[in-house]
């Protein structure tokens, strides 16, 4: 079991409504990373945080924003929801310049 | 940009034989990382073994093992004496360094393991 925790495990909202979805790192890791898993898809890449600031983005629009804290936890913001945002999403955290990274259990979305 | 292809969309394999999941990748990168992941059926990524591509031993990590062949830009994941907790979905990565950057993960191929 890793130290990765995210919060809520499942979700329902209403297409156009906006989630806040959030991710507690391991313990001395300062790196953060969200990925969408749609169903029967392998994960895709959303953002990187690093020390509180954005470090590398994947193909998503700008309606997905993040936030990094001290603490280094993260929270993945989606505003008006659409029903193609229903999938997994999973947050891995790694220190930055090594390869291992640990997942969470991650968050079910579903928008109806 | 990356590419990771997974031509494999289910395997099976008798328990305690071995079985190889394939994985090929395209990349411009002098310098990337290629990762296999295990994601039971709770969601969660179980992450098995990684390969530098500066590395010139095949990675190897208890019963998996990775067989990096550069030229051909292939990383498959080898799986010895399977075990029943061995059926998952398995999923091919790869990142733009070194380090574990914007990985681009393949569409997975699922092992189911027969008593």
């Known amino acids: 079991e890793t130290g990765v925790t995210q919060s809520p495990t499942h979700l329902i909202k209403t297409r156009g409504q906006q989630v806040t979805l959030r991710c507690s790192s391991q313990?001395?890791?300062?790196?953060v990373s969200w990925y969408q898993q749609a169903l029967g898809q392998g994960p895709q890449f959303i953002f990187q945080y690093y020390r509180e600031e954005e470090n590398g983005r994947g193909n998503f629009p700008p309606r997905f924003s993040g936030l990094q804290f001290p603490n280094y936890s993260s929270e993945l913001n989606v505003n008006a929801l659409e029903l193609d945002d229903s999938a997994l999403y999973l947050c891995?955290?790694?220190?930055?310049?090594?390869?291992?990274?640990?997942f969470g259990q991650g968050t079910r979305l579903t928008v109806v | 940009a990356q590419k990771i292809t997974q031509t494999q969309p289910g395997m099976f394999v008798q328990e305690k034989e071995a079985v190889t999941l394939d994985c090929t990748y395209d990349?411009?990168?002098?310098?990337?990382?290629l990762f296999w992941y295990k994601q039971p059926s709770s969601g969660e990524m179980i992450f098995l073994i990684y390969?530098?591509?500066?590395?010139?031993q095949n990675a190897t990590e208890g019963r998996y093992s990775l067989n990096f062949q550069k030229a051909r830009k292939s990383a498959n994941l080898v799986i010895s004496a399977s075990q029943l907790g061995d059926s998952a979905m398995y999923f091919c990565a790869m990142s733009h360094s070194g380090g574990y950057q914007k990985v681009t993960f393949g569409i997975g191929t699922k092992l189911q393991v027969i008593p």
């Open positions: 390969q530098g591509s500066y590395d010139e």
């Open positions: 313990s001395g890791h300062n790196t």
């Open positions: 990349t411009s990168d002098q310098s990337y990382g």
């Open positions: 891995a955290s790694s220190l930055q310049g090594y390869t291992e990274a640990f």
